[in-house]
């Protein structure tokens, strides 16, 4: 599997997450129509080659409805948007990801676009993508909560200082290591994964 297209799927929540950190009024709402428009776009191309992908399905309707109650909402609503709305999208998204992990890993649409239809239905390429969702999963959760904990650590933060360090840790080299683990992972588990099924075959012919 080539982990490129992973990524691209979480483009739009990439882009919600910086661009709500960058804007003034309706912060957080204007960044959800950004996030919109660029899973629109991603929908609009993955019809074209290979159909709709769930991901892009669920980010539509999440950031749609983050647009709205944002721009619907006062003062109030927009200040909490700022404050837990960013954070609670990655959790949000990362517990869809974990729940259908089992039943539907969002990794076979991607997985499908690179694998001979014969093999869609096997054992091992279910198992593969259920070990793969699962663990991005995990790691939007882990990036969601992080998020989470700076919101409280800047809430009790001494000085700016040790605010902005935590913010850094957090917001900035927490997500990119996982993000950076997961996509390492992709790459070398399918074929550590298939190795380990043939040799368990070949072991149980004996």
Same mark, same amino acid.
């Given at each position: ?11 739009? &929540? =990439?882009?919600?997450?910086? +661009? ?8 957080v ?9 660029m ?6 191309v ?6 709709p ?7 539509? +309707? ?5 647009? +709205?109650v !944002? ?14 709305g ?8 990362g ?5 259908t992990?089992s ?11 690179s ?13 593969i993508?259920g070990?793969?969702?699962?663990? &991005? ?5 882990g990036?969601g909560l992080? !998020?989470v ?17 935590a913010?850094?840790l957090?917001?900035w080299v927490v997500? =990119?290591?996982? =993000? &950076? !683990?997961? =996509?390492?992972?992709s790459?070398s588990?399918p074929?550590r ?9 070949g072991a149980?012919?004996v």
């Amino acid at each position: 599997m080539t982990p490129l297209p992973l990524v691209a799927g979480f483009v739009p &929540w =990439i882009a919600f997450t910086v +661009v709500a950190d960058r804007m003034a009024a309706d912060a957080v709402a204007w960044s959800a129509v950004v996030a919109v428009a660029m899973t629109l776009v991603s929908l609009t191309v993955a019809r074209r080659r290979h159909g709709p992908q769930t991901l892009d399905g669920v980010s539509l +309707v999440l950031f749609a409805g983050i647009a +709205v109650v !944002g721009f619907a909402g006062d003062g109030a609503v927009d200040d909490w948007l700022s404050t837990w709305g960013r954070p609670l999208v990655g959790v949000v998204l990362g517990l869809f990801v974990l729940v259908t992990a089992s039943s539907r890993p969002f990794t076979e649409e991607y997985a499908r676009q690179s694998t001979p239809r014969e093999y869609w239905t096997t054992p091992t390429f279910r198992s593969i993508n259920g070990v793969l969702s699962a663990a &991005w999963g995990a790691g939007l959760v882990g990036i969601g909560l992080a !998020g989470v904990l700076v919101t409280l650590l800047d809430d009790h933060a001494t000085s700016r200082s040790s605010a902005h360090l935590a913010e850094l840790l957090l917001d900035w080299v927490v997500p =990119i290591a996982v =993000i &950076w !683990g997961l =996509i390492a992972f992709s790459a070398s588990y399918p074929d550590r994964a298939r190795s380990q099924h043939r040799a368990a075959a070949g072991a149980g012919r004996v």
